[in-house]
């Protein structure tokens, strides 16, 4: 069975750090574009990053320079580095994957294939 586990979600304080996981099973995350999505309260999704299994990356201009997204194939496991985090930054995160190397390049797609169950994180002093 397919499925995607987000981890790592919490509360922090404005400039402070997080980094979330997703651990993915039936299915190899290296043959597969993965992708970071967040949505806020009122808001639609936003794209915010995305790599290839070469390692080809995409970072919205929103967390371009402050979050940094990595996989571990050994782990089957795709990471979202999140640092200077801003109370804009609050959202619902989820990871999704999609076979497809269109769905991420100079933009990412809405529509990945495959989608976890999203993890919160606020940031609020």
């Known amino acids: 069975q397919l499925q995607l586990v987000e981890s790592g979600g919490g509360l922090v304080q404005p400039g402070g750090s997080l980094r979330l996981s997703c651990a993915a099973s039936?299915?190899?995350?290296?043959?597969?574009?993965s992708g970071w999505f967040r949505q806020a309260p009122g808001k639609e999704r936003e794209g915010i990053s995305c790599i290839h299994g070469d390692g080809r990356v995409f970072y919205a201009d929103s967390v371009k320079g402050r979050f940094t997204i990595s996989t571990d194939n050994s782990k089957n496991t795709v990471y979202l580095e999140m640092n200077n985090l801003k109370p804009e930054d609050t959202a619902v995160y989820y990871c999704a994957a999609d076979p497809l190397d269109l769905s991420c390049g100079a933009t990412m797609i809405n529509s990945f294939d495959y989608w976890g169950q999203g993890t919160q994180v606020t940031v609020s002093s």
């Open positions: 039936g299915l190899s995350l290296g043959h597969y574009v």
